[in-house]
């Protein structure tokens, strides 16, 4: 009975408010709900989640001071900096009210945020609850960061164009354009953001989406660095309940089309929720899709865009073109053999999840490195590092969808994709690793 009791006590959960990452903190705090725990989201007003799609929660809505300038000008260290400058004081304010009121059965256990709302961590600081780090991202990715003050103490930061193909020292296979780094005026915001979201403070853990199959090797070496309990759990969303997390509205009528094809014959293209296409390489990924001959799925946001006069009717119903696609369910559709991805972390491990190979066209942050993974270590991914030219992308869709590079993929796919459900099966990995983050929630 004491144990159930102390099972209802309540968690804070801090997103960064960005599709990439509220998705695995909602996932996250649906699976610890389904353990016992009371879930607060605190979340800034940009990007607010509808509370009806998430009746199990409580929101605390927390004013970030962000106008619709700073949106619109993309500066996401801008972003990230001010939401972890406006937000602290109204979070304080805000747990110390509702600690006034708590009673032991509903207690907060603990503050779990985004490894760049590290406001949270001060504040739970401040009012004596433990906290928890969530890395979005794959183990990959911190290793690189980590890797950084040893590149600049060592004269390689920042980087001349000439050593763009070089491989990193130490941390092969990536070569330095595949580090989030780049010669600008904002390197220093850049590298001083990533110091930050590296600096654990008093944080007791860290909680990856991730898994050892895929990484047991590099997350030894964060071990090595953090000296803290490492938490993989991934993939959040095969342990989650088939809920939909999208700030975009999902169009299913898409899933109807993939019922009338053939097993494994459509590729997915999706270069997820911030990249955009100019005109011309959408004019060039329309025409190289309709060239390859191969059915396929495209999500293209772009409203102001018009397809190119003739492109329908080539493609006739050989072609799916929506706004947004309910990812999962397309990725575990068994008709979609190709996935031509941005390479986000979510992307990346959802695909690999359903034994789909890709083709990697990253664009930021740490897309290039899981784009380099994918390629070079899990080798489940062909990369993509050309021009957007018709000729191109018809030849990489045959390559992957019917090529013998893309059957080698697809094997090496369909093998991770057993592993990992053994992670999360009884005993596996991942489900002892659930088992003692919850564990170590309970022990505060």
Excluded at 228 to 236: A, D, Q, R, S, Y
Excluded at 243 to 261: G, M, V
Excluded at 358 to 370: A, K, M
Excluded at 383 to 388: F, G, H, V
């Amino acid at each position: 009975m004491e144990y159930q009791r102390e099972r209802c006590r309540r968690l804070v959960l801090v997103p960064l408010p960005f599709q990439g990452h509220i998705t695995p903190m909602l996932q996250l705090g649906t699976i610890l709900h389904s353990k016992g725990f009371h879930i607060t989201i605190a979340h800034t007003q940009f990007n607010f989640p509808d509370p009806l799609n998430y009746p199990d929660f409580d929101f605390l809505p927390m004013s970030d001071g962000i106008c619709e300038r700073n949106v619109s000008s993309h500066n996401f260290i801008a972003l990230i900096s001010g939401f972890n400058t406006n937000c602290k004081g109204h979070l304080q304010e805000s747990l110390a009210r509702i600690m006034e009121k708590e009673d032991q059965d509903n207690k907060i256990a603990c503050i779990i945020y985004d490894e760049y709302m590290h406001f949270a961590e001060e504040v739970a600081t401040h009012l004596g609850i433990p906290s928890i780090i969530l890395s979005t991202s794959s183990a990959a990715k911190m290793q690189s960061y980590l890797a950084i003050p040893r590149l600049q103490k060592d004269g390689y930061i920042p980087f001349q164009d000439s050593m763009m193909l070089e491989l990193v020292p130490g941390l092969q296979p990536l070569r330095f354009k595949d580090l989030c780094l780049q010669i600008s005026k904002n390197l220093d915001d850049l590298l001083q953001m990533i110091a930050k979201a590296l600096d654990p403070r008093s944080s007791s853990a860290i909680i990856w989406n991730t898994t050892d199959c895929l990484e047991q090797s590099t997350l030894a070496k964060i071990q090595q660095e953090y000296q803290l309990p490492l938490f993989p759990i991934g993939p959040l969303h095969k342990t989650v309940a088939a809920t939909s997390i999208s700030l975009f509205k999902e169009d299913q009528s898409c899933i109807s089309w993939l019922d009338k094809q053939s097993h494994n014959s459509v590729i997915y293209v999706s270069l997820g929720s911030i990249a955009f296409m100019d005109n011309k390489d959408l004019l060039e990924m329309a025409w190289g899709l309709a060239n390859s001959e191969q059915p396929f799925l495209w999500v293209v946001r772009m409203d102001s865009t018009p397809l190119p006069q003739g492109f329908q009717e080539a493609v006739g119903g050989r072609g799916c073109i929506v706004k947004w696609a309910p990812q999962k369910q397309v990725l575990a559709h068994n008709s979609v053999g190709g996935f031509w991805s941005h390479c986000g972390w979510n992307s990346t491990i959802e695909s690999i999840s359903e034994g789909v190979p890709l083709i990697c066209q990253p664009y930021f942050g740490d897309q290039r490195v899981n784009a380099r993974y994918l390629s070079q270590v899990w080798e489940v991914g062909l990369a993509w590092e050309n021009d957007m030219k018709r000729g191109a992308i018809e030849e990489a869709i045959r390559m992957l969808m019917v090529g013998n590079e893309g059957k080698l993929a697809r094997q090496k796919a369909k093998d991770l994709k057993q592993k990992i459900e053994l992670s999360i099966d009884h005993g596996g990995s991942s489900y002892n690793s659930l088992n003692d983050l919850v564990d170590l929630i309970l022990s505060f």
